[in-house]
């Protein structure tokens, strides 16, 4: 019984995959390709499906189908689940989770609403024909845009995120009984503990080379060579194949600096072609139509954050370009599938409220934070191709950082990835723990807003993109509570001096000069998890 249950589960996930790749704009161009190299072919009609399925293996048709399939599953994990769970068990699970998250949304509409009504400024409003000309002509200086955004604040910030997560509680769960849910999260969830983590990053927990690390070392294979060089060749060849998953394995080791571009798209299955230079013009065109209150949002958060960063003003306006358009961006609705999140609804001036005239707004369905920005800016360093640039953080966005700003008891979810910051250090840092514990002072509050931007914005930037090759290579951002954890044990021994919580802030104000792979290393060693007097 068992067995001819697995069975029907297998082809029913079988069937939705070939089903949902069909939807896809891959689907279309793989099939006119394959039919197009087909003709070429003398194949015999006795034998035609073996000869056929002889002939792709191997070849750059049968690596494009592996590549969308894989990729696929990983966009969307719902596609893998049972077809009998309902729904909304998928977004997410735990009731009291789904209702807070409910809460949640209900506020942050509310709060938008509210500026909308005080500013007397509409949520959506065709733009005048002077004003579209306007727009189009400085399309590619809009930061000279002359706003008054004085009135304009933040929806929200980290911080009070953390405090929705810190108020949690299971109403089913003696609190009494744990011993483990001593700090700001109060949430019985389950992470990973140090060992758990070490055999997860098993490259960067052992003794393996590392590019970010030991470039000037001799390679491994061509001791003639630096390990930057070597690594450097290797990476050619791996780009040549164009298989994510063999360029997901090579980035776990570090990504060669003039590589990291193209080896990103081939990890996350992008292949920027004419359709998305389309897209993007359409995208365009919808900027230039209409504006919306949350243009104002995000250019005020582009001025509060990117422009006053030294590493990324000069990228100022292409950022502008970027995230204008992703608020009007439709199909980020699809990533709401997977997540516990829903897009806020809203309806038409003049409509009569109902479920046929509802529509998302902004049109993605996200509202932006206080350092939303932080997400995209980096990307211009690597990116300077607005379409490129664009569509890389679009991806990165689907599949990990929305996860750091909805209420979730998934694993990689913000709330999860703070428990895990507590718990390990409690247990590896227990001295620390204690006097922390003692004089009133809670570390998390300053490392959360690390997690939450994925570290954007604190780590210079080719710190940051080491970092981000590691949660792209490990499909993980439990790296993110990892490295808050080694980033504190370095700063150890000024922590233990301090015992207000504005000394503690101010100890960890500036981690601008941390080096990524040493720190984490030094983390995930066997021995940390002991305590550190032993």
Not at 134 to 146: G, H, I, K, N
Request: aromatic share 10%; hydrophobic share 40%; charged share 25%.
């Amino acid at each position: 019984m068992l067995r001819h249950e697995l069975g029907t589960n297998i082809t029913a996930i079988v069937n939705r995959l070939a089903s949902e790749l069909q939807n896809t704009s891959f689907y279309a161009d793989f099939l006119t390709d394959v039919q197009t190299a087909m003709a070429t072919q003398n194949f015999s009609t006795e034998r035609f499906s073996t000869e056929c399925y002889e002939w792709t293996q191997g070849s750059s048709l049968d690596t494009r189908l592996r590549n969308a399939l894989y990729h696929l599953m990983h966009v969307q994990p719902t596609l893998l689940a049972n077809p009998d769970t309902p729904r909304h068990v998928l977004k997410e699970p735990l009731a009291y989770v789904r209702k807070a998250q409910s809460s949640w949304e209900r506020r942050l509409v509310k709060c938008v609403n509210s500026m909308a009504t005080e500013l007397s400024i509409p949520l959506a409003r065709r733009r005048t024909k002077q004003e579209r000309e306007d727009v189009s002509e400085r399309w590619f200086e809009l930061s000279t845009d002359e706003s008054d955004l004085t009135m304009i604040r933040p929806v929200y910030a980290p911080k009070d995120f953390l405090e929705v997560l810190s108020s949690l509680r299971n109403p089913n769960y003696d609190e009494s009984t744990d011993e483990n849910l001593w700090g700001c999260i109060q949430l019985p969830l389950k992470v990973k503990d140090l060992k758990g983590l070490v055999e997860v990053y098993g490259e960067l927990a052992c003794c393996c080379k590392h590019t970010g690390l030991d470039e000037t070392v001799p390679g491994e294979h061509k001791p003639n060579l630096t390990l930057a060089d070597e690594r450097l060749i290797i990476g050619q060849k791996v780009v040549e194949k164009n298989h994510g998953p063999l360029s997901k394995e090579f980035c776990k080791t570090g990504c060669p600096a003039g590589l990291r571009a193209v080896l990103w798209h081939q990890v996350l299955g992008l292949e920027v072609t004419d359709k998305h230079c389309k897209y993007f013009d359409e995208l365009k065109k919808r900027v230039v139509q209409h504006e919306l209150l949350v243009d104002k949002l995000i250019m005020k958060d582009i001025q509060l954050t990117a422009s006053n960063d030294d590493q990324y003003f000069v990228f100022e306006d292409i950022l502008y370009q970027v995230l204008l358009c992703f608020f009007r961006d439709t199909e980020m609705l699809s990533h709401f599938e997977h997540s516990s999140a829903s897009p806020p609804l809203s309806v038409a001036r003049g409509q009569t409220p109902s479920p046929d005239t509802l529509v998302a707004y902004p049109p993605c369905g996200i509202i932006p934070f206080h350092g939303f920005t932080m997400y995209a800016a980096p990307l211009s360093c690597l990116y300077e191709d607005p379409v490129q640039l664009y569509f890389t953080f679009r991806e990165m966005y689907c599949r990990y950082w929305y996860r750091l700003h909805v209420v979730t008891s998934h694993t990689q979810g913000a709330a999860a990835l703070a428990l895990q910051f507590e718990l390990l250090l409690q247990s590896s840092e227990t001295r620390l723990w204690q006097h922390c514990a003692a004089m009133g002072i809670q570390l998390l509050p300053i490392v959360f807003k690390w997690i939450v931007r994925g570290f954007s914005g604190y780590l210079i930037p080719d710190q940051l993109f080491i970092l981000w090759d590691v949660i792209l290579s490990w499909e993980s951002l439990e790296v993110l509570p990892v490295l808050a954890l080694a980033i504190v044990s370095f700063r150890r021994e000024n922590l233990m001096d301090v015992t207000s919580q504005q000394s503690a802030d101010a100890v960890l104000s500036d981690i601008t000069a941390i080096r990524v792979i040493p720190l984490l290393k030094l983390a995930l060693a066997s021995d940390r998890g002991r305590d550190r007097e032993t």
